[in-house]
């Protein structure tokens, strides 16, 4: 029996967890919340901080002598790549190399890298004060994003355009850096996908492409909160394919050549570009549910067997078919949290294929900002989009997320 460490226990994590278990893999889940979700499908737990390298390692490395050989390592749902890397080295097993995880979780550097290697990026330049960023607004135009080089996810994320503080936003970015580096790049009018990639021996295959969904991009301005995805896309195969072509060559030129990658691309006139491509598998339970129900490829199950060292063959990652699938979350009114009800009734609406409740009465939910105010999710199927986005629809209207 094998043993896969799994960096992070959170909610969207424990899936992960689940399958390895399916898989008949020994799991051993690392979390600094001793209430971790995964943990419940956990064989061993480690106490440590995802976002700590040299914590996670050094708990890894102490389990790996004493108790178990650790076979391989994977990071789901946490932009922690580093980590999972600083343990393969640790503890000398196959694993991302660590150049590739730091290049990725720096954007600076990674699209210097995109640059050099011909992948098609937004304009981009580093920011090192507010009255740089002015001369920038006025030398460019406003028309630009403004983020920290090295925040996780969307914090600190903010469209110029809609920002009336210039050094409010820079400070905002530079508060979300741990190194204090904030960078700012063209923002690109056309449509946004998300792509989930497995990258076997340099061959790159992406089972995973969703059209992202950001109906209230001016509501929550100048911040960027997405409200789910459809799949499968409603891009031209062609637009497709040169999404697939570019996600490729990206993972490529962070020397990535096993290993799973998640890419934010926004197609512009018709050319698809990177906006950052990450060294983990995504949150959002796109990688561990929206894929296999749409296209009926074990993504989750193969990145496992990957990260171990089992053999994945090139069938089991085409998909087997197009599903319509469309996830959407339930953004609540801001405040704490009273009561949540409805949910069971949501699950009862023809067509949908989950619910899953992300908070709980005490918990708050913050005005609009950097972070996404939900406090729930539901997927949806249907046997067309029209029909998917109706279930879904129907589910949230059933939710009732009472704040105070």
């Known amino acids: 029996m094998k043993t896969v460490l799994i960096v992070s226990g959170g909610i969207e994590a424990a899936d992960a967890a689940r399958r390895a278990k399916e898989l008949g893999y020994y799991v051993v889940v690392s979390d600094r919340d001793p209430e971790a979700p995964g943990f ?5 737990c480690l106490i440590a901080d995802v976002y700590s390298p040299t914590e996670t390692a050094a708990a890894a490395e102490r389990y790996h002598r004493k108790i178990r050989k650790i076979d391989g ?43 050099e290697a011909g992948v098609l990026v937004p304009w981009f330049a580093a920011v090192e004060t507010p009255q740089a960023l002015q001369r920038i607004a006025i030398e460019r135009g406003n028309n630009l994003v403004i983020k920290p080089v090295d925040s996780r996810g ?11 503080d210039l050094t409010k936003a820079f400070m905002l970015a530079r508060e979300h850096s741990p190194t204090d580096r904030v960078m700012v790049e063209e923002y690109l009018e056309g449509p946004q996908v998300s792509t989930e990639s497995i990258v076997v021996d340099g061959k790159c295959f992406t089972p995973g492409f969703s059209d992202r969904n950001y109906e209230y991009l001016d509501r929550y301005a100048p911040f960027f909160i997405e409200n789910g995805g459809d ?8 637009v497709q394919f040169k999404v697939r072509d570019v996600v490729a060559k990206a993972a490529k030129a962070l020397g990535i050549l096993d290993g799973t990658v998640k890419g934010d691309i926004v197609v512009h006139d018709g050319q698809p570009y990177v906006i950052e491509l990450a060294a983990r598998l995504s949150g959002g339970f796109f990688c ?8 009926g490829v074990d993504f989750l199950g ?14 089991e990652l085409e998909p087997k078919h197009q599903i319509p699938v469309i996830q959407r979350y339930a953004f609540p009114k801001p405040g704490k949290i009273v009561r949540i009800s409805g949910a069971e009734d949501a699950r009862k609406i023809p067509g949908i294929a989950d619910v899953i409740v992300t908070a709980k009465p005490g918990d708050i939910i913050p005005p609009a ?14 046997t067309s989009r029209t029909t998917a986005l109706q279930a879904a629809n129907d589910a949230l209207a059933c939710l009732k997320i009472e704040t105070a």
């Open 40 to 44: 419940a499908f956990a064989d061993s």
């Open 73 to 115: 390592v994977i990071c789901v749902a946490a932009d922690a790549p580093v980590t999972a890397a600083t343990v393969c080295q640790r503890l000398g097993i196959k694993g991302l190399p660590l150049h590739a995880a730091e290049t990725a979780c720096d954007k600076l550097a990674m699209k210097r890298r995109f640059s």
């Open 154 to 164: 969307s914090r600190g994320v903010q469209r110029i355009a809609h920002v009336a």
């Open 231 to 238: 799949l499968p896309s409603q891009l031209s195969d062609e």
């Open 288 to 295: 561990t549910r929206e894929i296999p129900l749409n296209t």
């Open 302 to 315: 193969a990145a496992l067997r990957l990260a171990v060292g089992d053999e994945i063959s090139q069938d």
């Open 369 to 382: 900002g950097d972070k996404r105010p939900s406090a729930a999710m539901v997927l949806a199927t249907g």
